[in-house]
C-alpha cells in the first residue's frame, strides 16, 4: 500500500488522516453552535440598543415638560432664622416674581404689611413674593433671630423671607447684581423688583412706590 512519502509510516499516515477526519467532523458539529451563538449576539445587541433609545426618549420627554427657571435664579438660600434651604429655581419657576430688599427698622417697613396683601392676592395667579433683608443702609438688626420676629410676629409675613444679603456694589448678591444690571441697584431699603415669568420684562419701583397703589398693581397685572 503507498501512502506520502512525507509520512514515516503507515500508522502515522492512519493516525493524522483519523485526526484530520475528526477535525472536520468537529468542526461541523460546532458549526452550528457558533451560528446560534452568533444569533443570540446579535439579538441582544439589538434588544439592548431598542431599550437604550427608549430610556434616551422618555427621560428627553420628561425634560421638556419640566419648566426651567431664569437663569440668575439659579440660587440656594438659606431662610430666614432657618437652617432650612430653599431652591430658588424649584419656587420660581415658569412663575413671575416680586423681589424686594427690606430692613425692619426703616421708614418703609409698614410696607410689609401690604407686601402681604399683594402675596395672598396674586400667589394663586403665579407670583413669587421674596424678601431680602439687608443691612446696606444700617437699619436691619444684626440678629435673624430679631428680624424675623418683626417680619414674623409684627407684620405676619407669611411669604418667603430669605437670610440677610448685600443688595449693592461689589458685594451684592448675584442676584441683586444682575437686576442691578437690568434696571438699577437698590438705593434705600424696600426697593421693589417685578420680573415676569420668562425675564424678559424687569421693572423697579423705589421705595416711595406703594405695593398696594394703582401704578404697582398694574404693573403686576401687565406681567402675569
Not at 410696607?111 to 395667579?125: D, G, P, R, V
Not at 446696606?136 to 438688626?141: G, H, K, L, V
Not at 441683586?176 to 424678559?200: E, H, Q, R
Request: hydrophobic share 35%; net charge neutral.
Amino acid at each position: 500500500m503507498h501512502y506520502p512519502t512525507h509520512y514515516q509510516s503507515y500508522g502515522q499516515f492512519l493516525c493524522l488522516s483519523n485526526y484530520d477526519n475528526m477535525s472536520v467532523a468537529t468542526a461541523q458539529k460546532r458549526k452550528p453552535m457558533r451560528n446560534l451563538t452568533l444569533i443570540t449576539i446579535i439579538a441582544l445587541t439589538s434588544f439592548a440598543v431598542k431599550a437604550q433609545n427608549d430610556v434616551g426618549q422618555t427621560q428627553s420627554e420628561y425634560v421638556e415638560s419640566t419648566p426651567s427657571c431664569l437663569a440668575f435664579m439659579q440660587h440656594s438660600e438659606k431662610k430666614l432664622h432657618a437652617k432650612e434651604k430653599l431652591d430658588l429655581c424649584q419656587l420660581t419657576a415658569g412663575k413671575a416674581i416680586l423681589i424686594v430688599n427690606t430692613a425692619s427698622h426703616c421708614g418703609f417697613a409698614p410696607q410689609f404689611k401690604t407686601l402681604e396683601s399683594i402675596h395672598k392676592e396674586y400667589k394663586s395667579q403665579g407670583l413669587v413674593v421674596i424678601g431680602f433683608p439687608s443691612n446696606d443702609f444700617f437699619q436691619e438688626e444684626d440678629n435673624e433671630k430679631d428680624t424675623a420676629e418683626i417680619c414674623f410676629v409684627n407684620y405676619g409675613v407669611t411669604f418667603t423671607m430669605l437670610s440677610p444679603v448685600h443688595v449693592y456694589g461689589s458685594e451684592a448678591h448675584p442676584i441683586f447684581k444682575k437686576l442691578a444690571d437690568k434696571t438699577t441697584a437698590p438705593k434705600w431699603n424696600f426697593y421693589k423688583y417685578l420680573v415676569s415669568a420668562d425675564g424678559k420684562t424687569v421693572k423697579h419701583f423705589n421705595s416711595r412706590v406703594k405695593p398696594d397703589s394703582a401704578e404697582f398693581t398694574n404693573a403686576i397685572n401687565e406681567i402675569l
